[in-house]
């Protein structure tokens, strides 16, 4: 089937976004292939499209359980068969879910890099068709990106037991340095760069230095009217802010990722249908959101990098239409963010100790607990050790970029079931068992695919079904799971730890003095980064665009430094604009101002009033001949 049948049967759309057709066919010719796709640039269509269009099953490596969860509900709402694998789920549900991939005819399927190097998973997938390896967030390979994980250089490795399979790699922000270093480290056959413009022209890029931040914010969601997201770094914050926002009258809510699954989607789904107006929350929130109406991003605390910022600011205006990120900047957020270098960086004995007390909190025994998923508490852990938590959350980081565990902080962990009987078994049961008849009759009624997967269900639905107590409802599943009618998982809502290879003796845990400086190194450098576009008189469009290699950007005319008076009177875009203008003139040949005036499609007063201030600023110079130059 054609693309555009394609994009049109399951999505309905007619054509593609700039870039996604040429990023599509080279993909489809077999190419390896980088695609460089702003935030809401429509990344996902690239492989989905593809691989509907080939035959076979294609394997999507992404670190993000929540995207996992949004792309293949999405999916399946269309008809389209696609699962996924990630930390946190039992042995039994990842071999269930690998083999329909062998055997169901599924198009897609979602994993995290971890999954990887499993011995399951490794055997499985040799019997796979594989028609695509799609990489997501490709910069988490990168010792230079900005969130540098070791599991992603097992790609290659994947590379090796697949040959001939192409790979496309996706990611919303890199560096020139980091789309050469993708390339390299996904062992491309030859260098293969789509790269999307990263200006946003329709969005008002906004520093402002102020004390009352919170002040400035109720300014903002008045003048720009509508939907808004705020950002700040702790989740204490998010619920302080969001009541003082109700309490001027104003519909916010907010979101972190210690709040319950259940919790988290009834937010996210109250802001993304409009049902709440302002969303205070950390940046957990935002992955996989595509919500085109919000008109403003603020950030009260300063990201830990124009990566990062660049991400967040890009979920506003969406829609093209005019929309805000504002950055709230005080000079003491520079001691702030510095302080971050030493908290993101324990030292090694601190790390070690962090993993040995770990293994003790958890009760795994040296050489046990791999692969097997642990409920964690990171607050309990801290308070039974006395460790500060933001330490502790850093040097489990570190552990984890090491390839010794996996923190699964978005659990996606709805209850589960499966039928471990055959049908003609289970009508047996239910004639010789008729108190569970009418309960089985409503899980088959409610739900499809129990007999073949692992399958979501919602005990609060099935209570609300039956009219019957939920408690009920509990007692029916744990039941038939004891009389091994059923595979019952229930509802986990805590984050997970889940070791990658078995518990070592402390002493053992080894971290890569080399990695971890460079890594410290280019932290320190992106939060020198952060720091200079809020601060420095430049264009933050244009600043932005340097920093991602795009250079020769023009000014954008609507940010808080091109809106600016100088001293001139002239706004910055005005003089900066004119500058050029001239200067573009005098480059060629020496010109009276006169001529200078009579060339250019700008009031007369501006012009001369750029040139005074370019001749005092010893820009230019007037000839002997009474003729202006560049010096």
């Not at 540098?148 to 001939?164: A, D, M, N």
């Not at 009258?249 to 249908?273: C, M, P, V």
């Not at 899980?443 to 009920?472: C, H, M, N």
Request: net charge positive; hydrophobic share 40%.
């Amino acid at each position: 089937m054609m693309i555009y049948q394609l994009l049109e049967k399951y999505w309905g759309y007619k054509k593609f976004r700039p870039l996604q057709e040429k990023i599509i066919r080279s993909v489809l010719e077999g190419k390896d292939t980088l695609a460089l796709m702003p935030t809401g640039g429509g990344k996902s269509l690239t492989y989905q499209i593809p691989a509907l269009a080939m035959n076979g099953l294609c394997l999507v490596i992404t670190p993000l359980i929540a995207l996992m969860k949004d792309q293949v509900d999405d999916l399946k709402k269309r008809d389209i068969k696609a699962t996924m694998i990630y930390s946190g789920m039992t042995f039994e549900e990842i071999d269930i879910n690998l083999t329909n991939c062998i055997f169901g005819d599924y198009k897609f399927l979602y994993l995290s890099p971890e999954r990887l190097t499993t011995d399951l998973f490794r055997a499985k997938v040799l019997q796979m068709n594989i028609c695509l390896i799609a990489v997501d967030e490709a910069h988490c390979i990168s010792q230079w990106g900005y969130d540098f994980r070791p599991s992603y250089l097992q790609i290659s490795q994947l590379r090796e037991i697949l040959p001939g399979i192409p790979v496309l790699a996706v990611t919303a922000t890199a560096t020139p340095e980091v789309a050469e270093d993708i390339q390299k480290k996904l062992k491309f056959t030859s260098n293969n760069l789509f790269s999307m413009s990263f200006e946003r022209p329709n969005l008002s890029y906004i520093v402002r230095q102020t004390e009352d931040k919170l002040s400035y914010v109720l300014k903002i969601h008045r003048k720009a009217a509508g939907s808004g997201l705020i950002y700040v770094r702790s989740r204490k914050k998010t619920r302080e802010i969001a009541q003082f926002l109700q309490q001027q009258g104003i519909n916010a809510d907010f979101y972190h990722a210690g709040l319950s699954d259940e919790l988290r989607t009834e937010k996210q789904t109250n802001w993304s249908t409009g049902k709440t107006g302002v969303m205070v929350a950390t940046n957990a929130f935002g992955m996989g959101i595509d919500k085109a109406d919000v008109r403003y991003v603020v950030h009260l605390d300063l990201p830990d990098s124009p990566e990062a910022y660049f991400q967040e600011a890009g979920r506003a205006g969406r829609d093209l239409k005019p929309a805000w990120a504002v950055l709230l900047y005080h000079p003491s957020d520079k001691a702030t963010l510095h302080r971050r270098i030493t908290s993101q960086f324990p030292d090694l004995a601190y790390i070690r100790k962090v993993y040995g007390a770990l293994s003790s909190f958890l009760q795994v025994p040296y050489g046990g607990g791999k692969d097997i998923p642990l409920n964690f508490n990171l607050k309990s852990f801290c308070m039974a050790y006395k460790l500060d938590s933001l330490m502790v959350y850093n040097a489990l980081k570190i552990i984890e970029r090491e390839g010794y565990l996996q923190l699964t902080e978005d659990t996606y962990s709805t209850a589960k079931v499966l039928f471990i009987v055959n049908r003609d078994d289970l009508y047996r049961f239910q004639v010789m068992n008729a108190g569970f008849d009418s309960f089985i009759k409503l899980l088959l009624r409610s739900y499809t695919g129990l007999f073949s997967e692992y399958t979501s269900i919602y005990e609060q639905e099935l209570s609300a079904r039956a009219k019957v107590p939920v408690e009920t409802v509990y007692e029916y599943l744990n039941r038939l799971d004891a009389l091994h009618i059923i595979r019952y998982i229930p509802l986990r809502n805590m984050p997970v730890i889940t070791y990658l290879v078995p518990r070592v003796e402390d002493a053992f845990v080894m971290i890569s003095k080399d990695n971890l400086k460079i890594r410290k190194e280019h932290f320190s450098l992106r939060i020198d980064a952060m720091l200079a576009y809020a601060t420095e008189p430049i264009c933050r469009s244009r600043s932005l665009l340097r920093y991602f290699g795009q250079s020769g950007a023009p000014l954008c005319g609507h940010c808080d430094v091109c809106m600016k008076k100088t001293e001139s009177g002239l706004s910055y875009f005005e003089m900066e604009s004119i500058q050029e203008a001239i200067a573009d003139i005098i480059r060629k040949n020496p010109a009276r101002s006169g001529d200078i005036v009579q060339k250019l499609n700008y009031p007369e007063e501006k012009i001369l009033s750029t040139l005074r201030w370019m001749i005092d600023q010893e820009k230019l110079r007037l000839s002997e001949s009474g003729e202006l130059e560049i010096i």
